[in-house]
């Protein structure tokens, strides 16, 4: 199975409606289960256990579940709308494909489903007295299940779109990134400066959109049949268009089967998303610290937050220039520190400037970027400290405060 097959299949299988059919497969399972061993099961059996309310039980859920599923879906979109309005829309998505709150919507609504096709197939005469003890027993385990789904819902919903709870999602989600470029800093591949041949083929983008995952394993068997080496210029995360370069070709050139290939290989769509992308965590952070700092918010204590967790996601990373290549013919470019210190933390020195707490904690924030990872970061940090004095200089900042703030420039150029 290739690559891009099994992303689209991974992104499927978190869709809710794949588990809402688990509970209609469970239901069909149960008419199956029953006809073999309900020939094996006693009369008396039936009576000691009280599965003749086998059909009250699937009544309720019918009649119960359908409501439930209801009011439950009103307050998730709630809570959808309430981490847009306070965070930043780019985080509605965590909060949608969280999987508590599939899980427990889809137990719901696959229990109303369950209750409906058991009582249609009570009606329809499919199940006899003997058989009605298994179709009992499902049922109840489909209730215990529906009563620890509700525990679960009850539990989640005492943090669920809070902003709190919306900026762990969002650093959880930027810190797997970041973890899966760090130990694979060129998608597996080998890296390159930007140097691209001269009279290389260029494979441009057909249509607009995010690219959201590139079938590296696809490039290189594309790559090792033609016997050429392609180079990237596009990333997860990058925005293309027709016409905008997708990768160049190195000492050969591509047919237009070939070029289809390379096409497929690179997923596009009409969003960034953080699964491939690690830049995008740190740039929806910033975005909530921006509008922590505008007017209307006025909350300084989340910006400083937001740079906390910047500094803990950005504290490990590593370049590894000489980790083996698993797509020996396919050359990527690699992140900068720039980029990452650019994504992070210039919105907030912008946006902060004039707010002194925001601007300390920024300078000291990059100070300890620099101290424990110089090599990498000690140049973008000092970059973007002389910004945020210029950004300070401009805001009119007061004498005493500005004084301070190039005090602590002044030790990040020294340290």
Avoid at 12 to 35: D, E, N, P, T
Avoid at 84 to 106: C, E, F, I, K
Avoid at 227 to 252: D, H, N, R, T, W
Wanted: with cysteine; net charge negative.
């Amino acid at each position: 199975m290739s690559g891009r097959l099994i992303w689209l299949l991974g992104t499927q299988l978190r869709k809710v409606w794949v588990r809402v059919a688990g509970f209609a497969v469970l239901a069909v399972a149960s008419l199956g289960a029953a006809h073999l061993i309900g020939p094996h099961v006693s009369i008396s059996l039936v009576e000691y256990t009280g599965a003749d309310a086998v059909e009250e039980l699937l009544g309720v859920l019918a009649s119960s579940m359908l409501a439930v599923t209801t009011f439950s879906l009103s307050i998730a979109v709630s809570a959808f709308s309430a981490a847009a309005g306070s965070a930043t829309p780019r985080a509605t998505a965590l909060l949608q494909q969280d999987p508590t709150t599939q899980n427990v919507l889809a137990t719901f609504l696959g229990a109303f489903v369950f209750g409906l096709l058991g009582k249609i197939a009570l009606a329809a005469g499919l199940y006899d007295r003997n058989s009605q003890l298994v179709l009992f027993l499902v049922t109840l385990l489909v209730i215990g299940w529906v009563i620890f789904a509700l525990i679960r819902w009850i539990s989640l919903l005492m943090n669920f779109g809070r902003m709190g709870d919306t900026l762990k999602r969002v650093e959880d989600a930027a810190a797997t990134a970041i973890a899966r470029r760090r130990e694979c800093p060129f998608l597996g591949a080998q890296s390159f400066d930007g140097d691209l041949p001269s009279d290389g083929q260029i494979i441009s983008a057909r249509a607009a959109g995010y690219v959201q995952h590139i079938d590296m394993a696809g490039l290189q068997q594309l790559a090792e049949e033609a016997e050429i080496q392609l180079y990237l210029q596009c990333m997860p995360g990058s925005f293309v268009f027709p016409g905008k370069s997708l990768l160049v070709v190195g000492a050969g050139q591509l047919n237009e089967e070939q070029a289809e290939c390379v096409h497929t290989a690179v997923v596009l769509g009409d969003m960034r998303t953080f699964t491939d992308d690690p830049r995008f965590g740190l740039i929806v952070l910033a975005e909530i610290a921006s509008r922590a700092l505008s007017p209307a918010v006025n909350d300084p204590g989340t910006a400083i937050d937001v740079i906390g967790r910047c500094v803990r996601l950005l504290s490990d990373w590593q370049e590894k220039p000489d980790i083996s290549p698993l797509y020996a013919n396919i050359h990527v470019p690699a992140i900068s520190a720039i980029d990452l210190l650019d994504d992070a933390f210039r919105p907030i020195a912008r946006d902060g400037a004039g707010v002194m707490e925001v601007e300390v904690r920024l300078l000291k924030a990059l100070a300890a970027l620099k101290a424990q990872n110089s090599p990498v970061f000690a140049a973008a940090a000092e970059q973007l400290g002389q910004y945020l004095v210029e950004c300070s200089e401009r805001a009119a900042t007061p004498a005493s405060d500005l004084n301070r703030i190039k005090a602590l420039q002044a030790q990040l150029l020294n340290s």
